[in-house]
Structures are given as structure tokens and as C-alpha cells.
């Protein structure tokens, strides 16, 4: 390593400190109030010019706040496409970004759990939105370990309406003049997401019954399994730390090579190496099993493609699994297809 590299590294650690000790300060000032003064702090309405400056951690929580707040609000999103939330560590812009926004929404669950303790002090200074903790989980789900509920929350398209309730009642809260436009977008919004709930339903279970099941990297998929009728596997655990076991991969390839498993599939987010171990095992046991296709996990697309939006990712994955498990009811262009024209 050069001398210059070493001195861009120092840098770059100092300004991380330096950022986040003036948020460790700014809290610091709301930590010596009373807790009521806290709690006013937390329900005070918006008195600033538009828009709303919106700090939010994932894509699939952004894009509720994007679609509900329109115009109104200006979302600084911080996990972009690809990115792992389970292992992402916070840069000073993120720091800076929280610091400069009137409002700051999360997941939550743990799924950005080397944020948590910067988020936690965020939300002593400014109202903060835990989406997920919000929500009504499914207790066969959310309990299976009561140490790390299943953050996963997005995949099952009638749960993430729930979100769309949460997200628009806190932009109401805290911003009460376009209070009206919001309740009108969740409306739009919220009629969408069960017509894409409705499409998952009847595409997935066209797949033959032997075929419903998923085989994924990690754990990401037990919402999406539930809703729609799938048999979940991973080679991974709930969060991508968790390390995969020789043992569980020779499970897996017991699993594929038993019930003649035709694909498996990769995920956006994470590296694909467990899968093509699962692949190899498999085909020297004299099964041939694909690979179905790339899904999105912890991450939408890229911004500014259709599957960069929260309908086009859960599109995209419910046809991608269809598709590649045998399904008989899929339309050439998926969900996207059934969509009303503009206007109608």
C-alpha cells in the first residue's frame, strides 16, 4: 500500500469519527431532557420548507416513502442495489445524511444490525419510523427465534400492505397539510400491492405441487414461502453472517437429489458461491439442477429500472420462481402485464 493510500484511509476513519461524534453530540443535548420532552420532540409536525429531507436505510422502504410522499418528500436512501444490509457498516456521508434529515425510516428487526446503535441515537433527536416493528408478524414466523425475528418482511406482498399503512400515517403525523394526498397514494398504492399479491398467488401455485420448492442462499424467503405456497430451503441462516455448513449443504443436496429438484436460485445481494456447492454436489450424485435465476433479497434492482421499485423486485421474483419451477400460468411480461394503462 502507497503512502497516499494509507493517508486517504486515515482520512476517510477520521471524518467517519468526526461525523459521528457531532451526531453522538446533537443527541447528546436531547439525552439530558426530560422523558416527556423526548416524547415531544418525537410527535412535533413539520414547520420547514418542502420537501421533506427523508433519510431511510433499504430500498423496499424507501420506495413506500418515494411513492406515498411524492413531491412532498425528498428521500436519501443509503443501502442502494446489490448491497447486503446484514453486513453494511455506516460511512460518515451516511452520517451525514442522518444528521441533515427531518426524518429518518428503517426496516428494523435487526436487519440493519451494524447500524443499530447510531440509528437508536438518531431517533432521540428527530422522529424516526421502525417499519417492521410495526407490523403484525405471523407468529409461526416471527417466533421461530425470539432473539432475531425474521426481518424479511417484504416478501410476502399482503404483509408489506400493512407497511404502506405505517409509512403513509407517519408522513401524516408529522407533515398534517398534505396529510389528504398521502391517504390518496396509500390507496392507489395499497389496491396495487393485492393485485400483485392476487397475481403471486396464481402464478406460484400453477407450479406442479411436487415442484414448490424454493432453494435459496439464504433465509431470506420464509414470508414468501408462506404467502404463496412454497417449501423454503437455504443454504444460509436469516442473516448472511451466519456461515454455511458442510453438513447443511449435503442436506440440500440429499433434499434435490431425493425429490429430483430442478433449479435453484441466487440472490442480488449475495455471493453465489453456496449454490454452485449445492449445483456440484448434486451433479456428482447424477442430478442435473439449474440455476432459476438471480432473485432479490436484502436489495431492489438498480434505481431508475423496474425492478429498482418494490412492485417490479416482488414481479420479478414471483415470475423468475414460476417460471423456472414449471409453472403453467405465467404471462410473457409477468405482473407488468396485467397492469392497468395510465388514465384507465
Given at each position: 500500500m502507497t503512502k497516499a493510500s494509507s493517508l486517504r484511509i486515515v482520512r476517510r476513519r477520521w471524518l467517519l469519527l468526526?461525523?459521528?461524534?457531532?451526531l453522538l453530540s446533537a443527541v447528546g443535548c436531547i439525552g439530558s431532557q426530560s422523558p416527556s420532552e423526548v416524547v415531544d420532540a418525537q410527535q412535533r409536525t413539520y414547520q420547514g420548507s418542502?420537501?421533506?429531507?427523508?433519510?431511510?436505510?433499504?430500498?423496499?422502504?424507501?420506495?413506500?416513502?418515494?411513492?406515498?410522499?411524492?413531491?412532498?418528500?425528498?428521500?436519501?436512501?443509503?443501502?442502494?442495489?446489490?448491497?447486503?444490509?446484514?453486513?453494511?457498516?455506516?460511512?460518515?456521508?451516511?452520517?451525514?445524511?442522518?444528521?441533515?434529515?427531518?426524518?429518518?425510516?428503517?426496516?428494523?428487526?435487526?436487519?440493519?444490525g451494524k447500524m443499530a446503535e447510531l440509528l437508536e441515537r438518531?431517533?432521540?433527536s428527530r422522529p424516526t419510523c421502525v417499519?417492521?416493528?410495526?407490523?403484525?408478524?405471523?407468529?409461526?414466523?416471527?417466533?421461530?427465534?425470539?432473539?432475531?425475528?425474521?426481518?424479511?418482511?417484504?416478501m410476502d406482498v399482503s404483509l408489506w400492505q400493512q407497511a404502506v399503512g405505517v409509512v403513509g400515517q407517519f408522513l401524516q403525523d408529522f407533515d398534517p397539510p398534505h396529510a389528504q394526498e398521502y391517504a390518496a397514494r396509500m390507496s392507489e398504492l395499497s389496491q396495487r400491492l393485492d393485485r400483485l399479491h392476487n397475481y403471486g398467488r396464481t402464478v406460484i401455485g400453477s407450479i406442479p405441487e411436487p415442484q414448490r420448492v424454493l432453494i435459496t442462499s439464504h433465509d431470506a424467503f420464509r414470508y414468501f414461502g408462506k404467502a404463496y405456497g412454497l417449501e423454503v430451503q437455504a443454504v444460509?441462516?436469516?442473516?448472511?453472517?451466519?456461515?454455511?455448513?458442510?453438513?447443511?449443504?449435503?442436506?440440500?443436496?440429499?433434499?434435490?437429489?431425493t425429490r429430483k429438484i430442478k433449479a435453484a436460485f441466487v440472490e442480488s445481494s449475495v455471493p453465489q458461491k453456496s449454490i454452485e456447492a449445492l449445483l456440484e454436489g448434486a451433479r456428482q450424485r447424477g442430478q442435473t439442477i439449474e440455476i432459476g435465476?438471480?432473485?432479490?433479497?436484502?436489495?431492489?434492482?438498480?434505481?431508475?429500472?423496474?425492478?429498482?421499485?418494490?412492485?417490479?423486485?416482488?414481479?420479478?421474483?414471483l415470475t423468475t420462481v414460476a417460471v423456472a419451477l414449471g409453472a403453467s400460468q405465467v404471462p410473457d411480461d409477468g405482473f407488468k402485464s396485467l397492469e392497468p394503462a395510465k388514465g384507465d
Open positions: 468526526s461525523a459521528f461524534g457531532m418542502y420537501p421533506i429531507r427523508a433519510t431511510v436505510t433499504v430500498g423496499m422502504v424507501a420506495d413506500l416513502v418515494r411513492v406515498i410522499g411524492g413531491e412532498h418528500v425528498k428521500v436519501t436512501q443509503l443501502m442502494g442495489s446489490g448491497v447486503d444490509p446484514h453486513l453494511y457498516k455506516p460511512s460518515s456521508d451516511d452520517v451525514r445524511a442522518i444528521l441533515g434529515s427531518d426524518i429518518v425510516l428503517t426496516n428494523g428487526l435487526m436487519l440493519e438518531s431517533a432521540q417499519v417492521g416493528s410495526r407490523l403484525k408478524l405471523p407468529a409461526d414466523i416471527a417466533g421461530a427465534d425470539p432473539h432475531h425475528p425474521d426481518p424479511h418482511v417484504w444460509q441462516g436469516i442473516s448472511t453472517e451466519s456461515e454455511a455448513g458442510l453438513q447443511r449443504i449435503n442436506e440440500l443436496v440429499d433434499l434435490i437429489v435465476g438471480e432473485l432479490f433479497s436484502d436489495a431492489m434492482g438498480p434505481e431508475g429500472t423496474y425492478e429498482g421499485t418494490y412492485v417490479g423486485m416482488m414481479d420479478h421474483n
